[in-house]
Nanobody
Framework: QMQLVESGGGSVQAGDSLRLSCAPS????????VAWFRQAPGKEREFVSA????????YYAESVKGRFTISRDIAKSTVYLQMNDLKPEDTGVYFC??????????????????WGQGTQVTVSS
């Protein structure tokens, strides 16, 4: 079972930036699609961004487009989420996930088999 490890969360002010990292412990992502989801207190886990290994396509939730960038370092088997111009509504636990979702369901958390433990991001106004 692949273990995903996230890092890079923290507490920042609105307008600041953070970079999250996700890597599989003792393994590589290979051709898996890697995504970020987040969960705010009392809310469901929601899709943030995804990176498809094939073609390098990227996908974003509308709420983060233009502010967040997902990238993948194949040599390090690490996926990053660069988050700029953070807003208080970006607060939540951010989870890394990996799997082989069909394209039409790339935003569906049910399509991902492997999950990290999450890293907290808190944005103060």
């Amino acid at each position: 079972q692949m273990q995903l490890v996230e890092s890079g969360g923290g507490s920042v002010q609105a307008g600041d930036s953070l970079r999250l990292s996700c890597a599989p412990s003792g393994d590589t992502f290979g051709s898996l699609t890697v995504a970020w989801f987040r969960q705010a207190p009392g809310k469901e886990r929601e899709f943030v961004s995804a990176h498809r290994r094939s073609g390098g396509y990227t996908y974003y939730a509308e709420s983060v487009k233009g502010r967040f960038t997902i990238s993948r370092d194949i040599a390090k088997s690490t996926v990053y989420l660069q988050m700029n111009d953070l807003k208080p509504e970006d607060t939540g636990v951010y989870f890394c996930a990996a799997g082989r979702p069909i394209l039409s369901a790339i935003r569906d958390r049910q399509m991902y088999n492997y999950w990290g433990q999450g890293t907290q991001v808190t944005v103060s106004s």
